[in-house]
């Protein structure tokens, strides 16, 4: 079971910052918190990652609590193009398969 | 970026035949390949991890030989379904990692296979 629980879907305006919150309260010390969205009938794509302090690259930020139980990922100015499902996962990282839950269905709205 | 390709990208096959899909690291030596599938409306799951010359690891519930998986370089694995029935329908992803601490994979385009 995925170890992660994100809304099932979300509405965003075209150009407004889009906020898409995970949980994962179960999360271990070694753990990092992994981004990946997927538009439809194509691969998953990397967003983001992290594993205590707050990211940033040229996609998201990414914002973690201080207790890492939880999360948030902001695309700061979304588009059409980012309607997608998000999926938030924790892993180690390494050589391990990622686990997949149901993630957040983004939909921006023109 | 590193670019992880897939072929074919749709396929249908009749029932009993098989069907075998490759991955490949573009621009890049995969030590590790993984196998996902997912079906309609569902979330991918991990069905088998691929290491370079040596055997696949597969996840609880998926039955090794009928879905054979071959990382014979470090730039290709093959995942082959063998003896497909329609209820093997589904959208097969594989990713690859450029080395064993990294903390990025690489997914491909997927693959539609359709069994009739």
């Known amino acids: 079971d995925a170890k992660t629980t994100q809304p099932p879907s979300m509405d965003c305006a075209e150009g407004r910052a889009a906020n898409l919150p995970c949980n994962h309260s179960?999360?271990?010390?070694?753990?990092?918190v992994y981004w990946y969205r997927q538009i439809h009938s194509q691969g998953p794509q990397y967003i983001i990652h992290?594993?205590?302090n707050n990211e940033t690259n040229e996609m998201a930020s990414l914002i973690i609590t201080e207790d890492r139980k939880s999360s948030t990922l902001i695309l700061p100015h979304a588009t059409l193009r980012d309607t997608a499902v998000y999926y938030c996962i924790v892993s180690g990282g390494g050589a391990d398969g990622l686990t997949f839950g149901k993630g957040t269905h983004l939909i921006i709205q023109p | 970026g590193a670019v992880v390709s897939q072929h074919p990208s749709r396929v249908i096959c009749k029932s009993g035949t098989s069907v075998k899909i490759e991955c490949r690291s573009l621009?890049?030596?995969?030590?590790?390949m993984f196998w996902y599938r997912q079906f309609p409306k569902q979330s991918l799951m991990l069905m088998a991890t691929?290491?370079?010359?040596?055997?696949?690891?597969?996840e609880q519930g998926v039955e090794k030989d009928k879905f054979l998986i071959n990382h014979a370089s470090l730039t290709l694995s093959t995942l082959t379904v063998t003896s497909a029935h329609p209820e093997d329908s589904s959208f097969y992803i594989c990713?690859?990692?450029?080395?064993?601490?990294?903390?990025?994979?690489?997914f491909g385009p997927g693959t539609r296979l359709t069994v009739t």
């Open positions: 691929s290491n370079e010359g040596s055997k696949a690891t597969y």
């Open positions: 179960t999360i271990s010390g070694n753990e990092y």
């Open positions: 990713s690859a990692e450029d080395s064993p601490t990294s903390y990025e994979q690489y």
């Open positions: 621009d890049f030596q995969a030590t590790t």
């Open positions: 992290g594993l205590k």
